[in-house]
């Protein structure tokens, strides 16, 4: 049974940081592409970014982009999403999501999409006050 846990969410100060952690199990992470999403309130699911199965790809939603890093420990099973400098337009929901196929073609676009991802996590609240 595949099973995605994210952990490292928080209320922080606008400008603050966070370190975002997601744990896979039951599967061959290292085989798969891996993505982060947000909700917020009232919202619907938005990507974040995406890291290819070997993660030498990456991609990231512009909102995001020079203050956020994704990366992967294929050897622990784990993706993290290092979240600088950040808004209060950050506030949500994080998910971590991972691809329905093995092996593919990192392609960018396609990642942005959440019907590309099958499993989920069940989500970390980040928070970030003015």
Avoid: H
């Avoid at 909700?39 to 990507?47: S, V």
């Avoid at 979240?83 to 998910?95: C, F, H, I, Q, R």
């Amino acid at each position: 049974q595949v099973q995605l846990v994210e952990s490292g969410g928080g209320l922080v100060q606008a400008g603050g940081s966070l370190r975002l952690s997601c744990a896979a199990s039951g599967r061959t992470f290292s085989n798969y592409n891996m993505g982060w999403f947000r909700q917020a309130p009232g919202q619907e699911r938005e990507f974040v970014a995406a890291i290819s199965w070997s993660g030498r790809s990456t991609y990231y939603a512009n909102s995001v982009k020079g203050r956020f890093t994704i990366a992967r420990d294929n050897a622990k099973n784990l993706v993290y999403l290092q979240m600088n400098s950040l808004k209060p337009e950050d506030t949500a929901v994080y998910y971590c999501a991972a691809d329905r196929v093995a092996f593919r073609t990192f392609q960018a676009m396609l990642l942005t999409k959440p019907s590309e991802y099958d499993y989920w996590g069940q989500g970390t609240q980040v928070t970030v006050s003015s």
